[in-house]
């Protein structure tokens, strides 16, 4: 039944192995045979697949599988006590699976919900957001009893947009079709001079023409068009498009429908992040009122031939696939891989026809500008960087929640608003942006100042910077996909450097392996991810030295390998830490 439901589509491998994980719990050996039997393609090639998710699991992992977001802002809220507290009581190992097959508990990157932390995700489904001491007793209870996870308190997965400041984009909405039937009054071609009159760039942090781009997919040669929304809103610290997607759908996919439109594609996609997987009922109920409205199918907003609809794809917890070539790897059916460029998707994307993928933001200002024209939205913000933009504020804050300005505004002006005192330092565009410190707050958003995708990571002066570093340093080896060695290696090199100051065994010279591991991985790796997990440690050792010296055991060189801590491991098994089994420190 479920080959049946996909076509048989090869393409559909990660949706059917989600499926497949939702019914049995599981991924069985014998059930990813049957899989690939039915889809005509090696075991292997199923099993590569799902190994490189982190949501598939090819062994059991319990009836509840309990994921504590891992992003510093959680661990600001006190996460990682929660999950002590709840492994406790649960009697449980962090990571592991308890001996009845009940309850495993770990962590996942950040879910998205760093206004509301500590959050938790539970089995791949549903988010819990403002825990406490209180609600982590009462789950250990529910999980002894039990108690299906649809049957635990709804209150718990209400999560809340916390709309702080909006403008444009997060105001009154328009109503469903106006701006669609602007956009196809004015043709394909005066749509697109109006987005390229409106100098729209890309909300997902690169900045890209948006006009540029859907004329270089409108032009390229192709039997078929694709549109492709990017929803996969994996940088820690942003859950701009989660509210985008929950409260202003319509918006999302009226930009979608007039991308189409210019370009004349008939098929969209939205990749919806896994962490997500809540919002999916609710998308799929817009997109089905919008059919009915004929917004979506045959023939739409009535004008005869265009025809455009849209399908939501779920990830499966792999941060890489926010690149935009390994998200077409993944919408396909394959690892998550970021291709190899040129080409671009643009002229050979998902199944090889020309593509455009698009920020969940950028659609929804596409839709303003097919609504008030490209002129109207270049006169908001500045020259280089027109139009507003939506920052999730999250961290050392009283009023954490979703900011929406036009560019230009002043990061004092941000912090003011949001009710945060005694800033040392912002971490702008998740750890992959810009960590910006107290004498630079005079500095603006935006492209030519400070670019950002959205997030925005408030640290008051109580804050270790040296922390911050090391949990974003964890949070790219843990999700560097492995594919070229100096992510893999070099990622991994730098926490265990990280690890190595944080125990106080450091010296000056691992900051200066910090410093070439930088080097290396900014001009060795394959994709973005590789290159930037070192930004936030170069930003934060260049700004907040003196915090990294203060882990320094001493100034001068020590060897990397303490003996007398390996052998730690030995110590616990054997139960023994007398004087005979340390190793004597050198004189
Ligand atoms: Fe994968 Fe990292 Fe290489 Fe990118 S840089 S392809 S994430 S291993």
């Known amino acids: ?3 049946a439901r996909h076509h048989h589509a090869p393409s559909a491998l990660v949706q059917m192995l989600r499926e497949l994980q939702a019914a049995l719990g599981w991924l069985p050996p014998a059930a990813l045979q049957e899989l690939a039997s039915g889809l005509g393609v090696t075991l292997a090639h199923v099993q590569g697949v799902t190994g490189f998710y982190r949501f598939f699991h090819t062994r059991p992992v319990g009836d509840y599988r309990i994921l504590f977001s891992d992003n510093i802002t959680d661990h600001m809220l006190g996460s990682r006590e929660l999950m002590a507290d709840l492994c406790q009581r649960l009697g449980v190992a962090p990571g592991q699976t308890r001996a009845d097959g009940r309850v495993s508990v770990a962590t996942a990157s950040c879910t998205g919900h760093c206004d509301q932390g500590p959050a938790l995700l539970i089995n791949h489904h549903q988010v819990l957001t403002q825990l406490d001491s209180a609600r982590v007793a009462e789950m250990a209870r529910l999980v002894e009893a039990q108690v299906p996870v649809t049957d635990w308190p709804s209150a718990w997965f209400d999560t809340q947009d916390q709309v702080r400041r909006a403008d444009v984009l997060l105001g009154p909405a328009l109503a469903p079709g106006l701006a669609l039937a602007a956009a196809v009054a004015r043709g394909p071609e005066g749509m697109l001079q109006e987005i390229t009159q409106a100098n729209l760039r890309g909300r997902g942090g690169a ?13 390229a040669p192709g039997t ?23 409260s202003h759908a319509d918006a999302v996919f009226e930009g979608m429908a007039i991308a189409a439109w210019v370009m004349g594609a008939r098929r969209g996609f939205v990749y919806l992040r896994g962490e997500y997987r809540y919002l999916l ?15 979506l199918g045959n023939n739409i907003v009535g004008h005869p031939g265009f025809d455009f609809d849209i399908e939501i794809h779920l990830g499966a917890g792999a941060y890489v696939c926010g690149e935009e070539s390994a998200l077409i790897e993944s919408l396909e059916g394959k690892r998550g891989t970021p291709r190899i460029r040129p080409p671009f998707p643009v002229e050979h994307g998902y199944m090889g026809h020309p593509t455009a993928v698009n920020n969940v933001e950028t659609f929804c200002a596409a839709q303003q500008i097919a609504q008030h024209g490209g002129a109207w939205w270049a006169g908001i913000g500045t020259t280089a960087s027109t139009g507003t ?3 999730s504020v999250s961290g050392d804050c009283e009023r954490p929640g979703l900011y929406e300005y036009p560019f230009g505004t002043r990061i004092g002006r941000i912090l003011e608003d949001c009710g945060a005192r005694n800033t040392q330092a912002v971490q702008v565009g998740g750890p992959s942006g810009l960590c910006v410190s107290a004498s630079e707050f005079g500095r603006r958003m935006g492209f030519e ?11 008051d002066r109580s804050r270790d910077m040296f922390s911050v570093a090391r949990n974003f340093a964890q949070f790219f080896a843990h999700e560097s996909c492995g594919f070229c060695t100096p992510c893999r290696v ?35 790796t394959h994709c973005g991810l590789g290159a930037s997990a070192c930004n936030p440690l170069r930003d934060t050792v260049a700004k907040f ?8 055991q001493s100034l001068h060189f020590e060897p990397a390998f303490d003996l007398d801590a390996e052998l730690s491991i030995a110590r616990a098994v054997t139960g023994r830490d007398d004087a005979a089994a340390h190793m004597e420190k050198p004189a």
């Open 1 to 3: 039944e479920l080959l």
């Open 207 to 219: 900045g890209f023409a948006t006009g540029l781009k859907w004329a270089l997919c409108r032009k």
């Open 224 to 246: 078929e068009h694709i549109v492709v929304c990017n929803a996969d809103e994996g940088e820690p610290g942003t859950f701009k498009d989660r509210v985008l997607l929950r």
């Open 281 to 295: 009922e609710g998308l799929q109920a817009v997109l089905a009122r919008r059919r009915a409205q004929g917004l």
């Open 389 to 391: 933009k939506i920052h």
């Open 449 to 459: 100042d400070v670019p950002t995708a959205g997030a925005f990571m408030v640290f």
């Open 490 to 524: 070099g990622t991994a090199l730098v926490v265990k450097r990280m690890d190595k100051l944080a125990a106080g065994r450091g010296s000056r010279h691992d900051l200066d392996v910090l410093n070439e591991l930088d080097k290396l991985l900014h001009t060795t």
């Open 545 to 552: 030295r003196p915090t990294f010296e203060q882990h320094l």
